[in-house]
C-alpha cells in the first residue's frame, strides 16, 4: 500500500483520517478504548475531507478497531447515515473489517440498518484487496 504522499487530515484517540494521493479518504481505526464522542469526530472529519475534495471514495481500515459502543452505532445511525453531518450524497467504502470479531459483528450489524442506495459497503480481510477496489473503481469512473 502506498504511504508516501498520505498527509493527516486529523487525528484522535478513535484513529487518523488521511488524504490519500490516489483521491479517497483513507480511516484508520486506533486500537483499545476511545472516548464517548471520539469515533463521532472522527467519522464527521472524514464527511468534511469528502465534501473538501468532492471524493466519494473511503477506505475504511478497522482491523484494529474496538468493538462498538451503543452510543456510538446510535450517533453513527442517526446522524452519519441520515445525512445531518457533512458528507457526500453517496459514498463507496472498501472496509477492511475488524481483526477482533466481537468489532466485526458490531459493525456488520450497523450496516445491516443502513437505508439502501446511500451508501455502498464492499468489506475486505486484506488492506491491499481493498486499496486495488477503489483503484480500479477510479479506472471505471474515469
Not at 8 to 21: D, I, M, T
Not at 35 to 60: F, Q
Not at 110 to 124: A, K, L, Q, R
Request: net charge negative; proline share 5%.
Amino acid at each position: 500500500m502506498l504511504t508516501s504522499g498520505l498527509s493527516v487530515f486529523f487525528e484522535n484517540a478513535a484513529g487518523q483520517v488521511l488524504e490519500h494521493p490516489d483521491g479517497y479518504a483513507l480511516v484508520r481505526h486506533h486500537a483499545g478504548k476511545r472516548k464517548a464522542d471520539d469515533l463521532n469526530t472522527l467519522v464527521a472529519c472524514t464527511g468534511r475531507l469528502l465534501m473538501k475534495r468532492s471524493w466519494h471514495r473511503v477506505l475504511d481500515d478497522q482491523r484494529h478497531m474496538a468493538p462498538l459502543t451503543p452510543d456510538e452505532k446510535q450517533w453513527v445511525l442517526e446522524k452519519w447515515y441520515t445525512g445531518q453531518t457533512d458528507r457526500p450524497v453517496y459514498i463507496i467504502t472498501a472496509v477492511v473489517v475488524p481483526d477482533d470479531v466481537v468489532a466485526r459483528l458490531s459493525s456488520r450489524q450497523m450496516w445491516n440498518e443502513v437505508p439502501p442506495g446511500i451508501f455502498e459497503y464492499h468489506t475486505f480481510t486484506e488492506l491491499e484487496e481493498a486499496q486495488g477496489f477503489l483503484m480500479d473503481l477510479a479506472e471505471e469512473l474515469w
